[in-house]
């Protein structure tokens, strides 16, 4: 049986790509750095459960306001936590 999965994609990814480029400009020293950049989004998307869709607007038909909002909440604290960290690393490897 040949099945195609390419459609099958983790919703949070665009969510926390749109929140790391939004706040990128807040982190200096991150901010111009495209791998550092994604190692937040990685960071961020590790501490979100993933929930996995074909198609965003059947997953956005299917969520109440409530889980809609909670949902942004969690993308926008899971980003603000991997900025932090990766900003840490970086300082810390800068120290030794």
Same mark, same amino acid.
């Given at each position: ?17 749109? $929140?790391?480029?939004?706040? $990128? ?56 936590? $991997? ?10 490897? $800068?120290?030794?």
């Amino acid at each position: 049986m040949n099945v195609d999965f390419t459609s099958v994609r983790n919703s949070n990814e665009r969510a926390v790509y749109e $929140a790391v480029a939004a706040n $990128a400009a807040g982190h200096p020293g991150l901010a111009h750095d495209r791998e550092l950049l994604a190692d937040v989004a990685c960071v961020a998307l590790n501490r979100l459960q993933p929930r996995y869709i074909r198609h965003a607007v059947d997953f956005a038909f299917y969520l109440t306001e409530k889980e809609r909002l909670e949902t942004e909440r969690q993308v926008a604290d899971a980003v603000d936590f $991997a900025f932090g960290f990766v900003q840490a690393r970086v300082a810390m490897r $800068a120290r030794g």
